[in-house]
């Protein structure tokens, strides 16, 4: 199974700058040839640093720990070999369509770039870009092909930066927040594209999102991240009947939903998640856990358990289980 | 029972681009009404007119035709000295606590602008009473008085957002997408929080959201628009339960993502 993984991150650290405090504090995961992971975490919690740093494209951090695409350290690598890896092998979609793109391009140059580097002729790298578009389902391809990004709408945009990120047919697509900055009605449209393209090519896909909404229908094994660490992993079943973290708990607690009654208030997670530099001693979340005991609050923080279905980093895991049963 | 809000046949057209003698219809035949101590929900995508509505109805923006009612009173062209006394009853919360708040005034400051101008509050140690009863209110400390908005996270400068609107006492609540720049586990504190104001204050709203969900946990009626027309209205229950419009439906069908399971 270990070997199988086309991805697998071990002990992976990310600090910034000059500051001591982890935005990612050693964290591992695999992933296999034709999975869907989602990555679910607030802000801060170093979902996006971690995917990041593994590319290579954090400028300013210091990254340790280990990153293995194929076997291949990706790590501390040259330039050369992760230029062999980002984009052709690994495709990554970006939050904001409205930034991703060059403004002054046309989206046909710029679906085509990545192809014409690894030597296509223009003719062919272009032909190619009308059939992506075709694919990701812009209307009238070969007439589009030739706009400007300003000439799309934000969904469609999106779906131009898709395009980008299949052109040189990945093993493994990333996307970060794919739907965040869409209509909700778009977000649906763009995230069944993503799903199908992935089931098409055999493409292994990582989402990193903010929304459970998302990850609990688009991806098979999700990973929870608090503070800088995974939480919680497991799979989109067994996430939302039983989870096996307070604070998975908590999030979907905090979720409304068409059940509410008129003077029903929301359960919610007290306080805010801690400011890195300034993490409390024991489980990271413990201050804002409403079961919280002595045990919780002393030594370093948890490691995570395996169960049969994921793992979790709670400490009374073993109790919450016995009392589910 | 008058209204509390009113709008009729509201209409407002925006240039496309600067060259360009096309018009984008914003709103289109607007009417919607609130009643006194109701909590009304605007849903709709971006682009859907929502914002120009509520911006409109604060007469923060000049609507084309149509007439907009507070309290009875026609509002549509009152000129600012006219508006004063209605800037007290009417408050807006934003969208973005990043923006909305001066970053050079302290939370004391923030606060005590709306309490000395709409209430006439003048002495130092009533005024400093009054800000520490809302930020009570909202959740916040004493001691956040003398702090700065970037001392504070997205979630507490929402509570400041929402402090400062209810430092003046208002009557009627605009709450544009308050909850969407928040994390999970934060937007739950607000919705929470406004929930108490509509329960325990009886202050009116027009929460604006694109989450149907939301909408449902907060509101008692909702106005669905597409287009910059209002395509669908009624009790939240009968609206999510029997969407009549098919951009309802899809809505929903979007929005329910998590509980699809």
């Known amino acids: 199974m270990q070997n199988s993984n086309i991805l697998e991150v071990e002990s992976l650290a ?29 802000s801060g919690s170093g979902k996006t640093a971690s995917i990041l740093s593994i590319l290579g494209l954090l400028q300013r951090a210091t990254v340790k720990g280990s990153a293995k695409f194929e076997g291949r350290e990706l790590i501390g690598a040259d330039n050369k070999l992760l230029n062999e890896i980002r984009g052709k092998r690994i495709g990554l979609v970006l939050q904001d369509p409205f930034a991703a793109l060059d403004p ?42 030739n706009a400007y990004p300003h000439q799309f709408s934000g969904g469609m945009r999106q779906r131009v930066v898709i395009a980008m990120a299949l052109a040189q047919d990945p093993d493994v697509l990333i996307a ?45 094994r999700i990973i929870i991240m608090y503070a800088g660490k995974i939480v919680e992993e497991s799979n989109r079943l067994k996430l939302f009947d039983q989870p096996l973290h307070p604070y998975t708990q908590g999030l979907l607690d905090c979720l409304p939903n068409l059940g509410n ?13 801690p400011i890195p530099g300034k993490l409390p001693s024991g489980c990271r979340y413990h201050p804002r856990c409403s079961f919280t005991e002595p045990v919780c609050t002393q030594g370093d923080n948890p490691q995570l358990v395996p169960v049969k279905w994921g793992r979790s980093a709670c400490i009374q895991l073993e109790k919450f289980l016995r009392e589910s049963q | 029972m008058a209204a509390l809000v009113e709008t009729r046949g509201l209409t407002k057209r925006f240039s496309q681009g600067f060259f360009s003698s096309q018009k984008t219809t914003a709103l289109d035949d ?59 009853a009417l408050q807006f919360v934003f969208q973005d606590p990043y923006s ?63 402090a400062r609107a209810l430092a003046v006492e208002p009557r009627f609540l605009i709450c544009d997408e308050p909850v969407s720049a928040l994390d999970m586990s934060i937007q739950a504190q607000i919705l929470n929080l ?31 628009m597409n287009a910059g027309k209002i395509v669908e209205q009624g009790g939240v229950d009968d609206i999510f339960n029997s969407p009549k419009e098919q951009y309802t439906q899809d809505l929903i069908s979007a929005s329910l993502l998590a509980k699809s399971n």
């Open chain 1, 14 to 42: 990310v600090r910034f700058g000059e500051s001591r405090a982890r935005a990612v504090d050693e964290i591992s995961f695999g992933l296999a040839k034709g999975e869907t992971l989602g990555i679910a975490g607030e």
């Open chain 1, 261 to 273: 009654s008129e003077n029903e208030y929301l359960k919610t997670i007290g306080g805010q998640p």
């Open chain 1, 176 to 220: 970060d927040e794919p739907t965040t900055a869409l209509d909700v009605r778009i977000q649906k449209q763009v995230l069944d594209l993503m799903k199908q393209q992935c089931e098409n090519r055999g493409m292994s896909l990582v989402i990193i999102t903010h929304d459970l909404g998302v990850i609990s229908n688009y991806t098979d």
């Open chain 2, 30 to 88: 607007v009417t919607i009404s609130i009643e006194s101590g109701e909590t009304v929900g605007l849903v709709g995508e971006s682009g859907s007119g929502k914002s120009t509505l509520a911006l409109s109805i604060a007469r923060l923006l000049q609507v084309d035709s149509g007439q907009i009612f507070f309290d009875g009173d026609d509002i549509t062209g009152f000129t600012a000295n006219q508006m004063r006394p209605l800037r007290k």
């Open chain 1, 104 to 145: 002054v391009k046309t989206v046909g140059h710029q679906i085509s770039e990545g192809l014409r580097a690894s030597g296509w002729s223009k003719k062919r790298a272009m032909k190619h870009a009308i059939h992506l578009l075709e694919e990701v389902g812009v209307p009238s391809a070969s007439q589009r092909v």
């Open chain 2, 194 to 224: 406004l929930k108490m104001l509509k329960i325990e204050k009886n202050i009116s709203m027009l929460f604006i959201s694109h989450d149907l969900a939301v909408v449902n946990f907060l509101c008692d009626r909702a106005y669905v």
């Open chain 2, 100 to 162: 909305s708040l001066n970053p050079r005034m302290s939370v004391k400051g923030i606060l005590s602008e709306g309490i000395r101008l709409h209430r006439g509050l003048s002495n130092k140690s009533e005024i400093e009473n009054e800000i520490v009863n809302v930020l009570t209110t909202v959740g916040l400390g004493k001691d956040d008085m003398r702090k700065h908005p970037k001392e504070f996270s997205g979630g507490q400068r929402q509570r400041i957002a929402i």
